[in-house]
Structure formats: C-alpha cells, structure tokens
C-alpha cells in the first residue's frame, strides 16, 4: 500500500523561506495496486480505507465485486487491458451501494447480467467505460443521486447500454459516450430533474435515447434535458433486445416536461424524434432546434393519446406527423400510434428478428485515461476529467 500526500510546504530549513499555501491535504490517500498488494480486484476493495485508489494493473479479472466502502476509485491502468470478465456465468461485474464511489479506465464484459451498476447511493461517477456483450445493461446507476457517465462507451446489451432509473431529482449529466449495439442506447426509467444527456453518439442501437415510463411506481417519467447529441441510425434489426419499439432516434415513451435541443438526428427507419404513450400520456415537452433528415415514417412525431403543451419549435425536418407539428400538436397522430402497436403486435407473436448478445461486435479499443496515476477526484454530478 502506497501512502500519496499533498505537500503543504517545507518549514525548519535553515537559509530558506518558502512561500505560503492553502493548499490542504485533501491528495492525501491510500493507493492500492492490484495484484502487486492485493490478488484480486474484490481483496483490493476490500483492504481500502474511505477515499482511497484501488489501481488495477493489466489483465482480465475472472471474478464479480461488491463495494461497500464509501467514497473509492475503482481504476485500471489502461481502459482496453483492464479487463472484468463474466465468462457468460457472472451476474454482474462491480456493483456500488456506497456514496461518492468511482469506477474508471476499465472494460467489463460477459455477465449475465450488468457490467458496472451503482444502486441506492449519493454520489456516483463513471469514467473512461467499457461496456460490451452484457445479458441486460452496461452502465446503470438506480434510485441514485448526484452523478455522471462520461468518456464511456456501451454495446451489445438487450435492456440499454447507459441506465439512469427510478429517482428525481436525479441530479446527473451523461455526456460523451458512446453507445450501439443495445437495445437502447440510453434508457431513463422515471428518472429525470437536472437530468442532462449531451454530447454523445447514439448508433445503431434499436432505438437511441428513450425517457420513459414504463409502469405505475414512479410515474412519470419527467424534466430531462437531452442536447447537442448525433443520433443516427437506431434500426439495427441484429442488435439484442427485449422491447418492442424499433428505428426511432430519441422516443419520448410516455415522458412529461422533457426539452429535447440542438440534436443532430438521422436516418431512422420509422422516427426522428418523438413522443408517445406509454402508461400515461407525452405532456409538456419541448422538441426545438433540431435538425432532423432521414427518417422513414416522420421526422418528428407525435402520438395519441397525446397530453397538453407538447411544442415543437424551430427544427430543421421535412416530414412530420401530424403533418403541420410546429403550428399545432395537441392531439397527435393516430398513425403514429399505429407503427407501435404494430411493433407491440409483432413482439407478442415472437415474429422479431433480435440479435444475441452473446454474439454482439466486439468493440475497437476506446481512448484511455491519458493519467491512469492522478489523484482521485470525486465521484458526483460536477466534477469530470474533460479538460
């Protein structure tokens, strides 16, 4: 175990005057290697103190871990060789349920379950990500609080690659990630207040980005902000899945007080944007400045049962449904609805092709941290190592 410190200063040295500092201690941590102190990634955990570096040489770590110890960082030396593998049998790769802890600079692959997930805490930060070929999310943070996803990336997952769910204010930012592949790209199940999802691709996932409500319990979905997102090609008939909608950019499904700006969202096989029932009526989002091309059905859409004051506003887009959207949206489009109840019929009749995700493309290597030694930083909505 290496014992890092900040240096306040020097004092008591004859013949020399240092200048003062406010500088604190707050560097002042353990740092624990794995496996040069610890064997595995789970013993590493486990002999860290709060606040302290738990850092994973290269290699591929056959094993799940638990983390109970508020305030650590989880990271790999290098994002591609630091690698938590499943083996197709393991539920999960680290699961959080302490404050302030952050995961970085690793791959997880093959459980069965999720890759990396935090549940039930305040404070959460995953950066430098990856998320491959996992039996039902990549990266997931639940009834949490007071977080970010950033510089991460997510394939191959039958739920959604990124998962924010059940809280609100959900206080978290996801930005510059990267998913395709899933199901979903970002999926946010009755999560939302200052709730931002920005500056990332969305790719070849059946569908791109879906606030949603998806039943009774925490309804509804509300108030997340979605901007300045390249959004393109979400119909990939071979990606895995366990939901019906299909070829949709971003699809507000049964969400309230969402401001969907400035995405860039192409070629889709039924939708751009939209919004739609589901479990309770679409109602007071905002669709605006947008530039929407592509899309087979309707650029922009809306569908009934719609709610009130759904605005769309100053996008760029060729078709939409009902056809005159920005003028007047409120009652939405029955056709609209009819491509989800299709889609919804053809699930229920097993009559979907749905790729494995066993199966699923295997990424290219994703940038690694440029610093893999830093100093901790903490794990919460506002800090980030973006520059």
Do not use: K
């Amino acid at each position: 175990m290496l014992r890092t410190a900040a240096v306040a200063g020097f004092a008591g040295v004859a013949g020399c005057t240092m200048p003062s500092t406010t500088q604190d201690d707050a560097d002042d941590f353990d740092t624990v290697r794995v496996p040069d102190d610890q064997p595995t990634v789970q013993d590493g955990v486990d002999a860290a103190g709060a606040g302290d570096l738990v850092l994973v040489e290269p290699g591929t770590y056959e094993e799940t871990v638990d983390v109970t110890t508020p305030g650590l960082t989880i990271r790999g030396i290098d994002r591609n060789d630091v690698v938590l593998d499943g083996a197709f049998e393991r539920a999960y790769g680290i699961h959080v349920e302490a404050d302030g802890v952050a995961l970085e600079n690793m791959t997880a692959r093959h459980y069965t379950g999720t890759a990396f997930y935090w549940t039930d805490v305040e404070g959460f930060r995953g950066s430098y990500l990856t998320a491959y070929n996992d039996g039902t999310y990549g990266i997931y943070a639940y009834r949490s609080r007071d977080g970010r996803f950033e510089h991460s990336y997510a394939s191959g997952h039958p739920d959604a690659g990124f998962y924010l769910g059940r809280n609100h204010p959900f206080d978290a930012v996801v930005s510059n990630v990267v998913a395709e592949y899933n199901d979903m790209g970002y999926s946010g199940t009755s999560a939302g207040g200052n709730l931002t999802i920005r500056d990332s691709t969305w790719r070849h996932n059946r569908v791109g980005i879906v606030p949603n409500t998806l039943d009774e319990r925490d309804s509804p979905q509300r108030s997340a902000h979605v901007v300045g997102n390249e959004v393109y090609e979400n119909d990939e008939l071979d990606a895995p899945s366990i939901y019906a909608p299909f070829g949709a950019g971003i699809l507000v499904w049964g969400g309230r007080e969402n401001l969907i700006e400035d995405n860039e969202v192409r070629d889709h096989e039924h939708f751009g944007i939209v919004a739609q029932h589901n479990v309770v009526e679409p109602a007071g989002n905002a669709v605006r400045g947008n530039d929407v091309s592509g899309s087979g059905t309707a650029d922009l859409a809306l569908g009934t049962p719609a709610g009130d004051d759904n605005r769309f506003v100053d996008n760029e887009f060729s078709s939409s449904l009902p056809e005159n959207i920005e003028r007047d949206a409120s009652d939405g489009d029955e056709r609209v609805t009819e491509v989800f109840e299709r889609q919804e019929r053809r699930a229920e009749r097993g009559d979907v092709p749905v790729g494995d995700w066993r199966e699923a493309p295997i990424p290219d290597d994703r940038p690694t941290m440029a610093d893999p030694e830093a100093p901790p930083r903490p794990a919460d909505r506002s800090t980030s190592w973006e520059e």
